[in-house]
C-alpha cells in the first residue's frame, strides 16, 4: 500500500518533510533573539563594526552546520548528539562516558536554552505594559511556557502544521521590518563607525568574541531537527538541506536587520534601547507601527521556544531508550505516540529557570554546552570517519576536514572569550559530569 507506513508499537511517526524541517530550523532560529540583542551586540564592539559578530557567526554555523548535517544522515534518529556520541564511541569507555556527560549538561544548558525565549517573551511584552516589573515579566514566562508544554502535548503531524503556520508568522515579521528599514536606509548612519573601529588588539578580538557569542546564540536551533531525526522523512537528503537553508536564510535576515535598524535609529541610540525594533517601525511609520511590529515579535519569540521544546523534549527520551537515563522517560503517548513524560519534566524545568536574569542565562548555556556537545560531536565525526566503517555516511560534507577544523577553531574561540565566570562554569559542569559518570557506573555495578 502506497503512503507512509503505519507505526509499530512504540515506535516514532516520520511526519516531517523538507518544508516542515526547514519551518522548524528557522522558527528556533529566529525568536526573540535578534530584537533583543541588537543593542548588546553594538556595545559589544562600540558601533557598526559588531556586524562582524554575524559574518564571523554564519561561517561558525555553517562549519557547523556540516559537522551535524553528516552526523544526522549517517544516525537519523531521536536524540541528536547522544544518539551521535554513543554510536560514534561505541566499541570505546567514551561511548558510554560522553553520551552520560551530554544528557548531564543537557539537564543545565537545555532549559536554560528555552528559558531565554520565555524571558525574552516576559520582557518584550513590556512594550504594551511599561509598568511591568520583574515579578510580573516572571509570571509572564511562566505562563507561556505551561502554554507551549500544552500545545505540544498532541501527536508530530499536528505538530508539523502547527510548526509551518508559526514559521510563515515569522517570516512576515522579519520581511516587514527588513522591507522597511532598507526602504528608508541611510548608509551614512548605518556605516557610521566610530575612531579605530577596526584598529587590531586585544580589546577588538575580544569584543568580536563576544559579538559572535551573542551571534551563536541567536543561530542556536540550525540543527533543531536532528533531535526529531526519527520523525523525518527520506533523512539523509531532508536534514543536511534544512540545516543548510536555514543557517543561509537566517544569517541574510540578521545581517540586514541589523543593518536597517541602525540605519534608522542610529547606533548610540540603539545601544540604550530595549525595544529598538520596535522604536524603529514607530519613528518610520507611527505608535501604531511599533506596536504591530512588537506583536510580531512576540509571535515569532513563541514560536521559538514552541520548536525548542519540541526537539530537547526528544533528548532524554533516546537516552532512556537506550537504557542510560530514567526508564519513565522512554513512555510514549498511547494514541499520540510522542514522549509526554519527557516533554512534561523539560517543560516544567524550563519553567524555572525563566526565574533567572537573561544576561546570565545566555552565557551560561553556552559555557556548559559547548565543550561536550559541540567539540564533542566534532571529534565524534572524525572517529567515525577514521575507525566506523560500518556506519554508512549518506552525506558527506565537502572539502573534509576544513569546516570541521572551522568549526573547532570557532567554537573554542568562542569559549574562551565569554568571560572567567563562564569559562568556570563550563568547566566545572564538565567534572562534575565525569564525578556523576562514576557514580553512576559504580551503582550500574553493583546492581
Sequence with gaps: MAGTARPEEGELVRGFGLLQATALNMSNMVGIGPFITIPLMLATMGGPQAVLGWVLGTVLALADGLVWAELAAAMPGAGGTYLYLREAFRSTRLGRLLPFLFIWQFVWSGPLEIASGFIGFGQYLAYFFPAMG???????????????????????????????????????????????????????????????????????????????????????????????????RDPARVIPRAILYSVLAVAVIYTLMTLAVIAVVPWREAIQSRFVVAECMRRLYGGWAGAAVTALILWCAFASVFALTLGYSRIPYAAARDGNFFAVFARLHPTGKFPHVSLLVIGALSVAAAMLDLETVLKALLAARILVQFVGQILALHWLRRRRGDIVLAYRMPLYPLPAAVALAGWLYVFGTSGPEFILFGLLVLATGAAAHQLWVRRAQQR
Design 134 to 232: 520583574p515579578r510580573e515579566m516572571r509570571m509572564v514566562s511562566a505562563a507561556v511556557g505551561v502554554l507551549v508544554v500544552i500545545l505540544l502535548y498532541r501527536g508530530i503531524a499536528a505538530v508539523g502544521k502547527l510548526t509551518v503556520v508559526l514559521w510563515a508568522g515569522m517570516l512576515v515579521t522579519v520581511s516587514w521590518i527588513l522591507a522597511s528599514g532598507l526602504a528608508h536606509f541611510d548608509a551614512g548612519r548605518a556605516f557610521d563607525f566610530p575612531p579605530g573601529a577596526f584598529t587590531f588588539s586585544l580589546g577588538f578580538f575580544t569584543g568580536l568574541g563576544g559579538a559572535t557569542l551573542i551571534a551563536m546564540y541567536c543561530f542556536l536551533g540550525y540543527y533543531d531537527i536532528c533531535y526529531v531525526g526519527g520523525e523525518v
